[in-house]
């Protein structure tokens, strides 16, 4: 076995249906007593509710997050805690509003106590992100990690499908990619194979019955496990590809997630054939990339780049921009390969993975 460093998580994690009711002994437990709750706008009656249920330990609800932590958003509310007092910051959403929190932690220092609601797996990371002038800039400081995660699947079950369905994705590439990074540990990846394993299992089930509360709570432990692997590994390719697609080209983030997986698995396949049998093991697959197609398909997830808004003139520029900084992938990373692999995923062509090559 190769050496290796594992960083445990200094959080706490909550989980289990009706977990928020624990939220006021959780906020108690961390020494605060005037927490403020944020949201985006879509979903203040959460943070009413919650901030509700934490009495006189709530200074109220910010519901101003948005989308890539707009600067002059995170300014604001970091305005707001300090002319509030706030000790703590719960954050009850998707990666906008734990974005929105880790600004206002990496200014302030206050712990934040995280309820992630979508399968982003912000919650578990160190990393944070705004955006100023449409550049987007992301950086790591432990001060933004959450100190409490409160998972609770029944705050998922009004996540629409579609979205439940390309988050899941999203958290999926997170796993992968954690598997064939180069900082991979026996334990990282443990915790990808049971991230994948109940992601490839709460998601047909989701969609059968998207109130279904086991397979709601199957999506969310995955997507935890996931964020977990995130936040303690380096991405490679496939973030890569969707941080500039994303940034430059304005591409939804978890729908560009969605459609590029089964692309970067089928690029990296030969090159990482430890990663790969741990996602068919995960998945009962004999093929990590078409089983991520297949399961594409079955969920009526997109499938292609042009759907989601991308010209196909423009694959050249982001094939530039991709190969422009050098950085770990397990199979090396050319123009004229990356660019194949976009053309692949602008028509979202499926092939059989003995195309890969080394
Ligand atoms: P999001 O937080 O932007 O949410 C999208 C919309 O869905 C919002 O309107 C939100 O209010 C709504 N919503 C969320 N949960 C809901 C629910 N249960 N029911 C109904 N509506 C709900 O989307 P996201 O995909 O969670 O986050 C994307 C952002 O997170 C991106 O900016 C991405 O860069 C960032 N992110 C950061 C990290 C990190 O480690 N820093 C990791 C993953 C994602």
Redesign the pocket.
């Known amino acids: 076995m190769k050496s290796f460093i594992f960083e445990g998580s200094p959080g706490r994690v909550v989980f289990g249906p009706n977990a928020v009711d624990d939220l006021p002994r959780e906020v108690e437990q961390l020494g605060a007593t005037r927490a403020l709750v944020l949201s ?1 706008p ?2 203040v009656a959460l943070g009413t509710d919650i901030s509700g249920s934490l009495g006189d330990r709530s200074v109220g609800v910010y519901p101003h997050a948005a ?2 932590v707009p600067f002059e958003t995170a300014e604001r509310a970091i305005d707001e805690a300090t002319r509030l007092g706030a000790d703590c910051v719960v954050a009850a ?5 734990i ?1 929105l929190a880790k600004a206002i932690a990496l200014h302030s220092a206050m712990p934040i106590l995280a309820i992630p ?2 399968y ?3 919650e578990m ?1 160190p ?3 705004f955006t100023r002038d449409g550049r987007k800039t992301t950086g790591r400081d432990h001060r933004v990690l959450p100190k409490t995660v409160i998972y609770d699947p029944c ?2 079950l ?3 499908k579609t ?1 439940s369905i390309t ?1 899941g994705f ?1 958290a999926i590439a997170h796993a992968t990619e954690a598997l064939y990074a180069e900082n991979a540990n026996p334990i990282t990846n443990l915790m990808a194979e049971e991230g994948i394993a109940a992601l490839a299992r709460g998601l047909p089930g989701m969609k059968a019955a998207p109130r279904n509360l086991d397979s709601r709570s199957d999506c969310l432990y995955g997507a935890w496990l996931c964020g977990a692997v ?1 936040g303690r590994t380096n991405m490679a390719l496939h973030h890569k590809l969707c941080h500039v697609l994303g940034g430059s080209f304005n591409l939804p ?2 729908e560009t997630h969605t459609v590029l997986l089964p692309h970067v698995l089928a690029y990296n396949y030969v090159a990482a054939p430890e990663a790969m049998s741990r996602i068919e093991r995960a998945m009962s697959a004999s093929n990590a990339a078409s089983a991520i197609f297949q399961l594409l398909r079955e969920l009526g997830a997109p499938t292609t780049l042009e759907e989601l808004g991308m010209k196909r003139i423009d694959l050249g520029r982001a094939a530039s921009l991709v190969v422009e900084s050098p950085y770990y992938n397990p199979r090396p990373v050319t123009y004229d390969e990356v660019l194949a692999l976009l053309d692949d995923a602008f028509i979202g062509r499926s092939y059989p993975p003995e195309r890969s090559k080394l």
């Open positions: 985006t879509q979903q989308m890539h959403g998707g990666g906008s509003t974005g609601t979508t982003a797996g912000s990371t990393i944070y992100g705050l998922t009004d996540l629409p979205m988050s999203n995130l983030h978890a």
